[in-house]
């Protein structure tokens, strides 16, 4: 479903991330772990389009990324990030609903799908009358969610989308971001400094560090055989990490 063969990105003479390939399998998901600047984020934005790679080619739900295909491919991919990153002079609803409604979509059909999402993510719907400055951040990033899985995209991408929230807001909607990806099986590729985190969410997990992925495979097994030094002590130092 997610496939990036051999991309290679940099900024003038620094490598941001070396020629890597990388595929999610339809109805899985992966992880991306490691410290700042190691690329996750880098990988991530490719999928969508916000980064343009120098060499290589992203391939998403079979549709090559490219200019000509770019608004095709973002159709097929729901995205996250801190925040919910919801536009502050529209209300809830309305973010949610803004391509959609661009799209033509009658009135009935999205009340009927608001309705749905709202019950998944567990916003309540007077909620969605207010503007993102009048609700939490645990709200704001529900709303996020229902606004990226408005077009039943069969591809979702979180950057971080945990990082800004209370432990415990942190962990409610952790257990319900687990829940949707089982209820609606979509390929997810997520990205978080949270080792825990990433070992709930993810089927796998793959570690970046310099713009490399060194290691991917389920948390246990990679603690259990360890690529190199680095992957070593990103597991031991990382709360969470597997006991």
Do not use: C
Request: avoid cysteine; hydrophobic fraction near 45%; charged fraction near 25%.
């Amino acid at each position: 479903m997610i496939a990036l063969e051999g991309v290679e990105k940099r900024l003038g003479a620094r490598l941001v991330l070396a020629p890597t390939t990388l595929t999610v399998a339809p109805g899985a998901s992966l992880a991306l772990v490691g410290p700042s600047g190691s690329g996750k984020s880098t990988l991530l934005r490719m999928v969508v389009g916000l980064v343009v790679p120098d060499a290589g080619r992203v391939v998403v739900a079979g549709i090559r990324l490219t200019p000509a295909t770019a608004t095709a491919v973002r159709r097929r991919v729901g995205y996250v990030i801190q925040e919910g990153g919801l536009f502050p002079h529209l209300t809830a609803h309305d973010n949610v609903t803004l391509l959609a409604r661009q799209l033509g979509w009658s009135h009935a059909r999205l009340e009927d799908r608001v309705r749905a999402l709202a019950s998944l993510v567990h916003v309540e719907r007077e909620l969605l009358t207010r503007f993102p400055s009048q609700i939490s951040g645990g709200e704001r990033q529900r709303v996020g969610i229902m606004r990226a899985l408005m077009l039943d995209p069969p591809v979702l991408l979180l950057d971080e989308p945990l990082g800004a929230l209370d432990p415990l807001v942190r962990a409610q909607l952790r257990r319900d971001l687990k829940d949707i990806f089982q209820k609606l099986e979509k390929t997810v590729l997520v990205v978080t400094h949270d080792l825990g985190e990433a070992a709930y969410l993810g089927d796998e997990i793959a570690i970046l560090h310099g713009g490399r992925v060194v290691q991917r495979g389920e948390v246990a097994a990679l603690a259990a055989a360890p690529a190199d030094a680095f992957v070593r002590e990103f597991l031991d130092s990382r709360e969470g990490s597997p006991r």
